[in-house]
Structure formats: C-alpha cells, structure tokens
C-alpha cells in the first residue's frame, strides 16, 4: 500500500455566530492516496463542505479550525502560515465549486481567471500563460478554445462554465483536485458530460479527487472509497463496491434503500429519511442518528459509538457493531440469500 | 476493538423518539418570530422606535396641555432664552428685584421667584454714551452696551447670580415672542402629519401601480415600467418645487406634493414581489380554485411582500419629513404663523448672529427624528434579511 | 452594445421631452403664469414674452414656440427682470454652482469610496463604528443643519472661514461640505455594504481557492463588483448636489443658479423658473448618461442583458 497523499485526523471546525458556537465538523480522519477518488456523500448541512474549505483555510472568517491535522504530503496544512497556505491553493490543490454561475467573476473575462492563477504559480510570461490557457479549454473540450478566452462567463452555458471551472482547477496540475457537488447545479445531461469528462481527466493525468456529493449514483460509477458524513461526523467508509453490496450503518442503509436499482443507470438524489437532522450547536452527546434511527438503543443515546472496523478498509460507526449488541438483519447479521 | 464496556440494559430500545427528532432540533421560530426577536435585540432601532413613540404622543398631546399657543406674538418678550443667569436688586425700602440680561437686544427682563418673566424693565437710554439706566426704587444700574456689563451706583459691577430655567417659556421665545417650545409640539404635528400622509399616499398610488403592472405582466407590465424608469429619472425634488409653484404654499400643497411623486420606489417593490411570487404555487392552486384577481392580491401575495415593503416605508418617512422641511426652508411649505421644522429652522437662521441657541431646538428635533427613523428602518432591513449579518 | 447605448440616449430624449411637457403644462395651470395675457404685467415683458410665444395663439401652438425655443438653446425671456433673458440668468449662476458642484462631487467620490472600503474590511472593528457613526450623523442631520451649525461655529464663532461668498479659496470649505456631507455618508455606507456583499460572493472563495494573495482578490475581485452599485447611484447623487445647492447657496449667500431659482420662486418669475428646472433637467440626463456609459464600461454583462 502506497503512502497516503492526505491523511486526515481527527478534524473539527466550529462556527461562532451570535447564537452560539456551530459544530460543523466533530472529528473527522481519512486518508486519500495518490491517483485515488474518495466520495463524500451526506445530507444537506452534514459538514462535507466545511470539511474541504477546512483543509485549505478558505472558511469565512467566523469559522475556525478547532483542532486536528492534515499531512499533506508530509506537511500539516492547518499548521501552515497563510503565505504556504496560499502556495498549495490552486496549484498542488485544485478546487471546483458547485455553483458554476457564482463561482467565476461575472466582470473578468474566463481567459483572464485562468491566466492568472497560472501567473500565480508559474513564473512563465503572460504570452505563455495564454497559451497553457488555451491547451486547458481545449483539455476540458471547450470548443474554439483561443476564441473563447476572451468571453465573459455569462456568455457561457452552465456546463460550459462548470469546464472553464475545471480548467481553472487544473491549471497547474494539481496533485489534488477537491470537487464540491460538480455537478449539482446542471441539468442532468451535462452532469453526466462533466463526470465522464472528470474520470476521462483524472486518469490521463492520475491526480486524486475528493468528490463531494448528494448523488448516491455519482459515487457508484465514479469513486474508488466513500465516506458517508451525518451530523459533522464519518458514519461509514467503505470501498465502493462494499459499501453498495454491504452497508454496515443505519443511516448508510436509510441512504440507499431510497434508491431503486443503481444499475439501470437512473440518478437518483437522496430521499430524505424522516426527522431532521441535529442542530450542531447542540449536538446530541451519543449517535448523532439516533433520533431518526430505526435501530436506537438507550446506548446510543448515552454515548457516542467508535468506529468499527466490520472489514478490512470498511469501518462502521454503531453501537450495533459492538459484540454484544443484538443483532439486526444486514448490518451485523447476514443477510439471507 | 468493541471491547468496550456496555451494561446489557442499554441495548434495549431508547426510549421513543417520536419528540425526541423535535427535542433537539433548536426551538424553531416562525419568521416573524424571528423578525421581532432580531428587531427587539437591535439596540438603536429600538430606541428609535422609543423616540418616534414618544414624538407622536408629544405631537398629539402636547399642544393640547401647553399654556401657550403657537401663534400669540408678544413683541416685548421676544428673544427670550430657555435659561439665563439672574441678577438681585434690593433697593433701600428692602425690595428685591430679580431680572435677567438679554445680551442680544440689550434688555432687563424682571423674573419671579419661581423663574417666570413678568415683564420688561425699561431704561433711559444714552445714545452718546452707548449706555442705558435703569431705576429700582433709588437704586440705579448702569447696561454699558459696548462691554455688556452691568454697574451699580458707584460703579460696582454686579455680579450674576445663579443660572435659572425660564418657567414661563421653557424652550424660550422666538423673535415675535412666540412660544418656542409650543412652536416645536406644533410643528412636530405638521411636520408628522405630512409626512405620515404623503407617506401613506405614496404607498397606495405605489401598490396600486406596482401590483397592477407585476399582476398583469406582460407587455402592459413593460410599458408601465418604461413609465417608471422616465419618473424615476426625472429629478423629483424640482418637481415638488414645481406643484409647489403652481398650488401655493400650504398644508395641504406640500402633501399633495410630495405624495404624488416618491411612489417609484415602492411600485417598483411591490411588482418585484408579485412577480416572484407569481410563481410559486400556492397562486395558480388559489387561481384555479377561482379565486377573484383581488382576493389573490390581498390575501396571498400582499402579505408575503410586507417585509420589503416596510423598510421601503420607513426610509420614505424621513424623506418626506426631510424634503418638507427642506421646501420650508427655501420658503414653499407651510405658510406663517403655521410650523414645521423647516420654518422653525430657517426662522432661527434669520437671528443666527444674535440667537446662536434658537437653532438648538428645532435643529435638534428634526436631526433626532432622522435618527430614529434611519435606525429603525436599519434594524427593520437587517432583521428582515439576516443574511446581512453575522 | 450599440444597441444599449441606442436605448439610453433615447431614454434620455424621452425623459427630456417629459420634464420639458410637464413643466410646461405645470406652469400653464399657474394663474397668472407666463402664458397668459395680463394687464398687470410690465408692457415690454409682456411685449417680449408675447413676441415670444404669441400668447394669442392656441396652447398648443405656444407649446411648440416653447420646444423651438428650447430645442435652439434659447429659454426665453425672464418675468420679472426686463430685458434679461433666462439664458443670461443661468450663465450668471453657471460657475459658482459649477465650482462648488464639482468640488463636492470629488469630495463625494474621493471621501466616499474609501471610507466605505476602510469600514468593510474592518467589520466591527473600531474603523468600521467610526465610519458607521459618522456616516449615520451624516445621513440623518439635514443639510441646511449641518450648514448653519458649521457657518456659526467656523465662520461667526471661530472666523476660520469666510460667512458668505467665495472671494476667499476659504469660503468653499463650508458650502462644499455642507453640500457633500449628506452624500460622502451615503455612499459610505453603500460601498460599505456593497463590498460587504461581494465579498461573500462564491468568486471571491473561487479566487482565494485559486492561491491569490489578498491584495490581488481584494483589488481585482472584490472592488470593481462591489463599485457597480455605487457607480449606478452617481446619477442621482448629480441631481441632489444639484438640488441640494438651492439650500446651501442660499445660506452663504453664493450666487449661483440655486440662489437665482430660489429667487424666481419668491419672485414668481416663471420663465426662469421653468427654464432652470429644464436646466436643471438636462444636465442631469447628461450625467444620467455619462453613468450609463460608466456602468457598461465596469459590467460586461449589461451589454448583453440590456440589448434584448
Ligand atoms: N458561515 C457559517 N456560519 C455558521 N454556520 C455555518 C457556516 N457555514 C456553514 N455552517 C454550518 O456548518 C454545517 C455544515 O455545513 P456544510 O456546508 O459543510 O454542509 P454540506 O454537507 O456541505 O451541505 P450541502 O450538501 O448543503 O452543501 C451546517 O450545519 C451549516 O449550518
Ligand atoms: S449507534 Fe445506534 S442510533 Fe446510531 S446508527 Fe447505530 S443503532 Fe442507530
Ligand atoms: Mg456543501
């Protein structure tokens, strides 16, 4: 097993707004290793975002990174001074947002909002940086490349700005290409245009991708691994065949049981499970499913379940894991054939 | 690993639940709930609010219970200060005459025991020496006009006694001796009046406007639009001086002229609102449940346009009172005796080099109504959209 | 583009023609107003306004003598002062109120701008109350307030400046603020809040995810979109300096168009009433104008939302 490109440990990242202080994130590790495709998914709120943004300091100033370390190829990003930070930002760590309407500069032309974050990181001249400009919209099959870097973004369509995104993100061959919700904002043909573009991408130049998103069907035909976030927490991680062919936590089956069949190819976003989920300036001292979990035990209520390694790479957080818990069908018991 | 501890009670069941998913969701309010909470914490605009409250009730009120009026001149007791120090005369016989010196226009005003004027003293005046003597009893004393001091006999200079408040007129007299502070509860009602109807005339003409142009949409909606887009253009205060110009000045000119020319804003709002709102589905249920055009109006769409349109109102308040006492000043609004602080403020101005204070008051009224107003109407704004803050 | 600047010019010429017809038919409504034949007149104004407009004539045809007229420059002749010409009048005023406009505009813009800008970076930091707190004292007390408590305290208190007129460079300290104070507020707290607002704004994330150091994301990211709101109020901020001069000419005693408008008013002097609100009028359509142009240079989409 190779090194790992990032390794996460234990990340917590709190809010602190005049109601109070917000638990984005309560203790998150994971490990990413070179050339691989970790899927986040998670209900809206469940701290998948902050997570990201809290990797590359680029949360609003209200927010603060409580406590944790990210070794990103040996050097904690969050022990980083702003100037070191800002040297990784858009060159060894690309970023793509999921709004591509809001995510560029409606008044500076694309071309201009690629050229300069190669400027950035280059020392190459601006002719050159044009060029390398014009290689990426033609990478990311932005038809008429050299044209077009002179257009605004509102003269783009939505998947054709989500392009010029990517292409930004990519400027400078990152090591790391951080995805949040890609695709959520387009229409359902170009989402699949803009995932087979980021696979296509990510295996001619072998970066690896953390790709978030409230698609169970994305992961399945994208990720290698995926984390399932509730409540600012990993509830499960698993490769992504296991976790579709055996999901070992409550929430992770509530998740997938609202999916018809994954293989006729149909996207399908999340149903919501009934309740809502915890407000984070409280969060509730045990499972923070608990309130909506079907399977809830007066344990779960009182403490906070470990993760359970149920398999090799494939860990569980439920007390249902624990030796003695009773058993429940799919989870810690095998399913019938 | 799961050789944690764990008694075999607690892998019963927890408790249910059904309140449990509520019990720790935040309690959650409801949006006007919410809106007065942010509203109740914003310090400035509730005391904004305090202001305007007790304004109105002085408005309403106070001329009511003043002794005075604000129209009675009283040529001799013009000028008078709202404070003044008091100087004590006791001639031979053991009278005692208590009196004040008005440095403006160079008289002995006699005051009571209890700080009230009765009346003025009269001096022989010596044009030549640039002095004036006064007489009480066998005492007489000496105004010098030049260094404004005043000498007893002998040359004494006499000395001011203590500062007293001016019970008779408490905010003192204008230059017709009218009452200032009767002048002040009168002109806050003009001053309110106007602006609370051409207020009100604004937002009728601008919902109606609005709400016609964002209800019918269409082409009948641009062309009503392009219509704003000319008026909004057009310099509105010259306007007001304009219809000013043409119905004289007056009471009822200043409110027809400023109602009939601020709406643009709130049309424009109003019709926003509807078009969002036009869309969302609760209209066309109610529409194909045959409700009437008028009844949508009010019953769906006005309520959920209120927020915006409440900050639009309470910003357009001050401006009214603003451009009313600005058309005042250049001598178009209310017509004498009548009051508003725009008449009262350019009157102080007329005795600004001998009365400096006379601007206090009606300066001070009508900048602190502007604060009220603008900070109530921040609070309202931040606390209707919360995004703004943090 | 051509297409937008098509539909502002004619914007402009409607908006014009409006102002032009409204005042006309506004002043026509006054009874005793400059379109009527009156005995008490004096013989050669009226001689001169009749020669004019033909006061015999239909409405109408008086109308259309009144847009020749203006549509030459020419504003016709005064009501009250023989033999003077409204044309002269204005030219009379022109530059004082030019002077003095000019330098609060700058005075708008230079002060404005970046104390609006120093405030938002320093949210709830003691720069950000400063400014707020000024800026609120600044919007809320009336101009002529502001004026007249600065004439007594600068001029008649203290004689740092002069009471009245502007033979001294002294005297434009007071008018200038006074008639900028309002405005610099405005616009404080405008660019203030606009920044504010871009700076939440999705690119601003985009271009610090990018490695952009601060100064760059906060000069070529966050000024130039949140300036956009401020540029579009520009217009009306011409026209209140504008008609905020009538006050404040008027307290220290500048003789500028202001003064001369307030005058015609107590004077009802028609001609030049109507002339300068058209005056008036047109310049402000022009700057209106020149804004437009401003807005297209600083936001490319408006050449492509405007030109449906
Ligand atoms: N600036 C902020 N101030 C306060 N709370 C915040 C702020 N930003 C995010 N949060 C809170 O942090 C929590 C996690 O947010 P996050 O954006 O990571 O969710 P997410 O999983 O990405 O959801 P989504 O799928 O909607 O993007 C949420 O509960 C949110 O309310
Ligand atoms: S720990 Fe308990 S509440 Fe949480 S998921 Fe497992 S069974 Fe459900
Ligand atoms: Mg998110």
Redesign the pocket.
């Known amino acids: 097993m190779s090194q790992p490109l990032l390794s996460v440990r234990d990340l917590r990242?709190s809010?602190?707004?005049s109601r109070g202080e917000?638990?984005?994130?309560r203790g998150v590790s994971f490990e990413l290793r070179p050339g691989e495709i970790l899927g986040?998914v998670?209900?809206?709120?469940?701290?998948?975002?902050?997570?990201?943004?809290s990797l590359l300091g680029l949360?609003?100033s209200?927010?603060k990174v409580i406590a944790g370390s990210a070794l990103f190829e040996g050097e904690d990003l969050l022990q980083l001074d702003d100037r070191d930070l800002r040297r990784l930002r858009g060159d060894e760590i690309g970023m793509i947002f999921?709004d591509p309407m809001t995510s560029l500069n409606p008044t500076l032309t694309v071309g201009e909002q690629v050229i300069e974050t190669i400027l950035r990181h280059r020392r190459i001249s601006r002719a050159a940086a044009r060029q390398r400009a014009t290689e990426l919209f033609e990478l990311v099959r932005i038809p008429s490349a050299a044209k077009r870097l002179r257009s605004y973004p509102h003269e783009f369509s939505g998947g054709m700005r989500q392009r010029v995104m990517i292409a930004m993100a990519l400027s400078c061959d990152p090591k790391l290409l951080i995805a949040?919700?890609p695709t959520?904002a387009l229409d359902v043909t170009i989402q699949r245009q803009i995932l087979a573009l980021l696979r296509e991408l990510q295996s001619r130049l072998g970066m690896a991708v953390i790709l978030?998103t409230?698609d169970l069907g994305v992961i399945a035909e994208t990720a290698d691994r995926v984390l399932v976030?509730y409540g600012?927490m990993v509830m499960e991680e698993a490769p992504v065949r296991r976790m579709f062919a055996r999901p070992s936590h409550p929430y992770t089956r509530g998740l997938l049981a609202s999916i018809p069949d994954l293989r006729d190819g149909t996207h399908q976003r999340l149903t919501p499970i009934p309740g809502s989920?915890p407000?984070?300036r409280r969060p509730p001292a045990g499972c923070p499913f608990a309130p909506r979990c079907r399977n809830a035990m007066a344990q779960c209520v009182k403490a906070l379940p470990p993760i359970y390694e149920v398999d090799a790479g494939h860990g569980s957080r439920c007390w249902l894991h624990h030796a003695e818990a009773p058993r429940v069908e799919g989870i810690n018991e095998l399913v019938p054939a | 690993m799961s050789d944690i501890h764990v008694a075999p009670e607690m892998w019963k069941p927890a408790a249910r639940i059904a309140g449990a998913a509520e019990q720790i969701a935040a309690p959650s309010l409801t949006y006007w709930q919410d809106v007065r909470q942010r509203l109740w914490r914003n310090r400035p605009a509730m005391l904004g609010l305090g202001f305007i409250i007790v304004l109105v009730i002085a408005a309403i009120f106070g001329p009511m219970v003043s002794r005075h009026n604000y129209y009675d001149q009283d040529l001799k007791l013009s000028n008078i200060p709202p404070v003044f120090q008091v100087y004590e005369v006791t001639d031979e016989s053991g009278a005692t005459t208590r009196f004040f010196f008005n440095s403006g226009n160079l008289n002995l005003y006699e005051v009571t025991d209890d700080g009230r004027i009765a009346g003025l003293i009269r001096g022989k005046k010596d044009l030549l020496k640039k002095q004036t003597v006064f007489a009480f009893g066998d005492v007489e004393v000496t105004l010098n006009a030049a260094t404004q001091t005043l000498t007893r006999g002998g040359g004494v200079v006499l000395a001011a006694g203590g500062w007293q408040w001016n019970m008779s007129n408490l905010f003192g007299t204008d230059q017709l001796g009218r009452d200032v502070l009767a002048r002040q509860l009168y002109g806050a009602r003009i001053s309110l009046t106007v602006a609370l109807v051409a207020t009100l005339v604004n937002f009728f003409i601008g919902v109606f406007y609005g709400g016609i142009a964002g209800y019918l949409g269409g082409r009948v909606d641009t062309l009503m639009m392009r219509v704003v887009e000319v008026i909004s253009t057009i310099p509105l205060t010259l306007y007001v001086i304009l219809i000013m110009v043409v119905f004289n000045s007056g009471f009822f000119s200043v409110i027809i002229a400023i109602g009939s020319v601020y709406w643009v804003d709130m049309a424009r709002i109003v019709r926003g609102q509807i078009l969002t709102l036009k869309q969302q589905d609760y209209v066309a249920a109610a529409r194909t449940m045959g409700a009437s055009t008028g009844r949508i109006l009010t019953r769906h769409l006005l309520p959920n346009s209120i927020g915006p349109i409440l900050v639009a109102l309470t910003m357009l308040i001050p401006s009214a009172i603003f451009i009313e006492s600005f058309m005042s000043f250049i001598g178009l609004g209310v017509t004498p005796p009548e009051a508003s602080w725009g008449t009262l403020t350019s009157e102080a101005v007329e005795t600004l080099r001998a009365y400096p204070y006379q601007m206090f008051f009606p300066a001070a009224a009508i900048s602190l109504t502007m604060f009220a107003f603008n900070f109530l109407g921040d609070g309202l704004r931040d606390a209707l959209d919360p995004r703004l803050r943090? | 583009m051509t297409a937008y600047v098509l539909q502002r010019l004619a914007l402009m010429l409607v908006t014009l023609f409006a102002i032009i017809t409204l005042t006309f038919f506004l002043m026509h409504a006054v009874p005793g107003g400059p379109f009527v034949s009156d005995k008490m007149m004096a013989p050669e104004i009226q001689a001169a306004i009749n020669a004019k407009y033909h006061l015999d004539d239909p409405i109408w045809v008086q109308y259309l003598n009144y847009l020749r007229g203006i549509a030459t420059f020419d504003l016709g002749p005064s009501f009250k002062y023989a033999g003077m010409s409204v044309n002269e009048i204005i030219a009379q005023g022109l530059p004082t109120t030019l002077k003095v406009g000019v330098l609060a505009l700058i005075c708008v813009v230079s002060l404005g701008v970046p104390l609006g800008i120093v405030a938002a970076l320093n949210r709830n930091r003691w720069p950000d109350t400063l400014v707020m707190v000024i800026a609120t004292i600044g919007v809320a007390v009336p101009s002529y307030v502001i004026a007249t408590v600065a004439l007594y305290f600068f001029a008649l208190r203290l004689g740092w400046v002069p009471t009245f007129g502007l033979d001294d460079w002294r005297g434009y300290f007071l008018p200038v603020f006074a008639l900028s104070g309002f405005w610099i507020s405005f616009i404080a707290r405008l660019a203030r809040s606009s920044l504010l607002e871009t700076l939440q704004m999705d690119y601003m994330t985009t271009a610090k995810a990018k490695g952009l150091k601060p100064g760059q994301i906060l000069f070529k990211h966050g000024l130039r979109n949140s300036l956009i709101p401020v540029v579009t109020v520009l217009g009306p901020v011409v026209a209140n300096l504008i008609t905020g001069s009538f006050v404040i000419e008027q307290i220290f005693a500048l003789p500028g168009i202001g003064r001369h408008f307030v005058l015609s008013i107590t004077n009802r002097d028609y001609t030049a009433i109507m002339g300068i609100t058209i005056f008036y009028a047109a310049v402000l359509m022009v700057m209106i104008f020149i804004v437009d142009m401003l807005y297209l240079v600083l936001d490319p989409r408006i050449k492509y939302r405007e030109a449906r």
């Open positions: 990242t809010f602190f707004t917000v638990q984005a994130v986040i998670g209900e809206s709120g469940s701290g998948k975002s902050i997570t990201c943004m949360l609003k209200n927010g999921q949040d919700e959520t978030i409230h976030m600012g989920p407000d984070m | 943090t």
